[in-house]
């Protein structure tokens, strides 16, 4: 996974997406940093993040499987 951070007008900005899959990019979340003191992605972005790559996994493998029946 790769999560790029941007700074904007006093706000931050997070994208997670992932470029595991071969030609395919997953954009599995972007949110707002709320909080002003750390820097760790609270725990209910995480597990969002984690479900949703879990999805793109099983998604891609489908997608694989149904190019695999058309050949």
């Known amino acids: 996974m790769l999560e790029v951070v ?5 706000s931050t900005y997070r994208a997670v997406y ?6 395919w ?5 972007c ?3 709320k ?3 750390g820097v760790k992605t609270p725990k209910e972005d ?5 479900a949703r790559l879990k999805a793109a ?7 694989q499987a149904q190019q695999g029946d058309r050949r």
């Open 35 to 37: 909080s002003k003191s």
């Open 18 to 23: 992932t470029v595991k899959f071969a030609g």
């Open 57 to 63: 996994k099983q998604d891609f493998e489908a997608w």
């Open 31 to 33: 949110f707002q940093k």
């Open 46 to 50: 995480m597990d969002l993040i984690h």
């Open 6 to 10: 941007e700074d904007h007008r006093g």
């Open 25 to 29: 990019i997953y954009v599995l979340h």
